[in-house]
């Protein structure tokens, strides 16, 4: 069965730098989300991506943040100047893509940022 | 603001025994609702999925759940437990007028003593 995946599985990175974080969606995959979940937190969703450009993104998806499907496979999500408030697990996830939000998501396993 | 609430944060329960978790949301449009696992060391997978129809939904490994639009609720069921639905379980909303995101609740833990 077809999953999706993300890399690296822990990041840890010193405040102020750059990191970018991978995740090869389904195949057959339109829609790409990022979602995250601060320790002891709820998921909060990100972004959302679908044909090439952002469907939609939260408050918290700042100018820090950008995403990128820089080929046929993968699609990143780079945080540029780390705070130590991003320290999170980062999930991935794909959908088909359907009409009326009848669509169901599947998620990767996670990145988990920590930022020192 | 759309919210997504799991009343219980824990639960302890021997195996056989029922389990019944909460899930409500503030909604008031049409929405799709979800219930996604968390197993130890695992990745969220969907459990069961409510778009339209019946609102009674069965899902995989026996959990099934029931959507009551008067009371803005979808409780997740499994009548009898075994040790390995020992996880964390998320109730997920996605309110259809919003585009396809997903609003969590906070989760809640289950652990079933074998």
């Known amino acids: 069965e077809p999953e999706v995946t993300q890399t690296p599985s822990h990041q840890v990175t010193q405040m102020g730098q750059e990191v970018i974080l991978r995740c090869v969606p389904i195949?057959?995959?339109?829609?790409f989300y990022w979602y995250r979940q601060i320790l002891g937190q709820k998921v909060e969703f990100l972004v959302s991506f679908y044909n090439n450009e952002i469907s939609e993104k939260s408050e918290i998806f700042d100018d820090q943040f950008s995403v990128e499907r820089p080929d046929g496979s993968n699609f990143t999500l780079k945080i540029r100047s780390t705070k130590l408030e991003d320290s999170a697990m980062y999930f991935c996830?794909?959908?088909?893509?359907?009409?009326?939000?009848?669509?169901?998501?599947?998620f990767g396993p996670g990145t988990r940022l920590t930022v020192l | 603001a759309q919210s997504v609430s799991q009343h219980n944060h824990h639960v302890i329960l021997s195996e056989a025994a029922s389990l019944e978790l909460g899930c409500n949301y503030s909604?008031?449009?049409?929405?799709?609702l979800f219930w996604y696992v968390q197993y130890p060391g695992q990745h969220l997978q969907l459990l069961l999925k409510?778009?339209?129809?019946?609102?009674l939904v069965k899902g995989i490994k026996g959990f099934e759940a029931e959507f009551i639009k008067s009371k803005f609720s979808f409780n997740l069921r499994k009548p009898s437990v075994q040790w390995s639905d020992t996880a964390e379980y998320f109730c997920?909303?996605?309110?259809?007028?919003?585009?396809?995101?997903?609003?969590f609740g906070g989760g809640t833990r289950v652990l079933v003593k074998p």
């Open positions: 996830a794909s959908s088909v893509g359907r009409q009326n939000g009848a669509d169901t998501q599947y």
């Open positions: 997920a909303v996605n309110r259809v007028a919003a585009g396809n995101k997903l609003t």
């Open positions: 409510y778009f339209s129809g019946d609102p």
């Open positions: 909604y008031g449009g049409t929405v799709n």
């Open positions: 195949s057959n995959h339109l829609y």
